[in-house]
């Protein structure tokens, strides 16, 4: 038995080398990148330069603010809440929504600007997280209305409610049938779940791959919640993923992917 055990150890560890050695070859495990979509490649000096700007465009506009009014800011004043899983969000799902548009022959207006988020996000208009923004909103929106609605089941709704739980934009502890009642139609969570759906899908055909610091990724979406949106990200790529920021490089392990909505 002790022989047997050893000998499928043994095949179990040569059939993970056999995974390592091909991701190697393929090139796709640089602790460098953030992530793979594709034949397109997201560095994390990319994801860090979006990031930086953003910081350090939100910092002065609250200097600002706060001189026009005779006070200092502290430290945690000047930090915006936006990080750098936010950026990476952002930039993969424009390019998977683009790569979706173009294959549906869809054409997306320029129809949302930066300043037009700016006060929702608070965010600068000049910052490129806003402007990553307004094109991602763009995207989604003319998405959205060429998707068929998904359906509305308890896990879908769960999902989303999680996701806004997380964001803050929502009491924690609620029940599958307090939050039913509380989305009423759910109109968003179908349209939200539809647009997942599509990226999880294109996700697979481009064989997305994210660096695990960067992991769960999320669709960017949005709900409103009286006169403001609250914003937050439903993960679809939770773990598993041939990118590394490791020198070791980890066995492939297949994507769970989970809905992620965006909703209007």
Request: glycine letters at 6%; a negative charge; proline letters at 7%.
């Amino acid at each position: 038995m002790t022989g047997m055990r050893a000998r499928r150890l043994i095949a179990a560890a040569s059939v993970a080398a056999l995974g390592v050695l091909s991701l190697t070859a393929c090139g796709r495990t640089s602790p460098d990148v953030a992530a793979y979509v594709g034949d397109r490649t997201y560095s994390v000096d990319r994801v860090d330069a979006v990031y930086d700007d953003a910081q350090a465009r939100y910092a002065e506009a609250v200097r600002q603010s706060a001189a026009q009014a005779g006070i200092t800011p502290t430290a945690e004043q000047l930090r915006s809440s936006v990080t750098r899983q936010d950026v990476l969000n952002l930039l993969v799902s424009i390019e998977l929504g683009k790569r979706i548009v173009a294959e549906q022959g869809l054409s997306v207006p320029d129809q949302v600007t930066p300043e037009q988020l700016a006060q929702q996000l608070q965010m600068p208009p000049q910052a490129e997280y806003a402007k990553l923004w307004a094109e991602w909103w763009d995207i989604s929106q003319v998405l959205s209305q060429s998707l068929p609605p998904a359906q509305l089941s308890d896990e879908s709704v769960m999902a989303v409610y999680q996701a806004i739980v997380k964001a803050g934009g929502i009491q924690p502890g609620l029940s599958v049938g307090q939050v039913r009642q509380l989305f009423g139609a759910g109109g968003f969570v179908r349209t939200a779940s539809a647009l997942s759906a599509a990226l999880e899908a294109e996700a697979d055909e481009v064989d997305l791959s994210v660096n695990p610091r960067y992991r769960p990724l999320g669709v960017p979406s949005w709900v409103n919640k009286g006169q403001e949106l609250v914003f937050y990200a439903l993960p679809y790529v939770e773990s598993g993923s041939p990118v590394t920021d490791i020198s070791t490089p980890e066995p492939v392990v297949t994507p769970a992917e989970q809905n992620a909505p965006v909703a209007s």
